[in-house]
């Protein structure tokens, strides 16, 4: 399996080959915004174009060959191609299949937190491929990263946070590298 990492801005018409954007970004946007301290980031602060540049993000690779894109920038992590509240839904339809009424609680109370942050939903989460990965956000709001790593044959999504005298690292999804190159049948 081949992994393609990108930058994240790829994938629309004002961010590929335009050598005016990439010129006006890095010489004049990028000192000024960080000079003025602003973040005017559109899709960070827009839950639908968040939810579009991942759709389009997936779609594009749900079509390559033994090939896994890892991409960031949308300030919504992704991991296997779904984003947390669509994870936990998938997990919600196998507890209830389990008949498992304590984790169906246990969900449910945790989509209610999520809920108000992502407005759409995959319907079918058996068909979707793990094909795209997410890093998520550098600049959360409450100081949070969030970051893919690849390490001993792990992908993990992680979140690193300063909530005590130090950071610390929370794995929030991991999955074995093998299985994504050949999945389980059943997926938890």
């Not at 000024?32 to 779609?59: C, D, F, G, V, W």
């Not at 509240?85 to 209830?96: K, N």
Request: charged share 25%.
């Amino acid at each position: 399996m081949q992994i393609l990492c990108t930058h994240g801005h790829q994938g629309d018409a004002n961010s590929d080959g335009n050598a005016f954007t990439k010129f006006f970004i890095a010489r004049i946007w990028a000192p000024l915004q960080a000079y003025l301290r602003i973040n005017p980031n559109e899709p960070s602060n827009n839950i639908y174009k968040k939810t579009l540049h991942n759709e389009i993000m997936y779609e594009w690779s749900a079509t390559q060959k033994n090939m896994m894109l890892i991409t960031g920038h949308t300030h919504q992590p992704v991991f296997e191609s779904l984003t947390h509240i669509e994870r936990l839904h998938r997990q919600m339809r196998f507890a209830e299949v389990h008949k498992d009424e304590a984790l169906v609680a246990k969900i449910n109370e945790e989509v209610k937190t999520y809920q108000k942050r992502f407005d759409t939903l995959e319907a079918d989460y058996a068909a979707i491929k793990p094909t795209y990965f997410n890093t998520g956000c550098c600049c959360f709001s409450d100081g949070d990263i969030t970051g893919i790593e690849i390490e001993s044959g792990f992908i993990r999504l992680v979140k690193w946070q300063h909530k005590t005298a130090g950071p610390s690292r929370i794995i929030l999804e991991e999955k074995a590298l093998a299985d994504l190159v050949s999945p389980p049948n059943s997926q938890k």
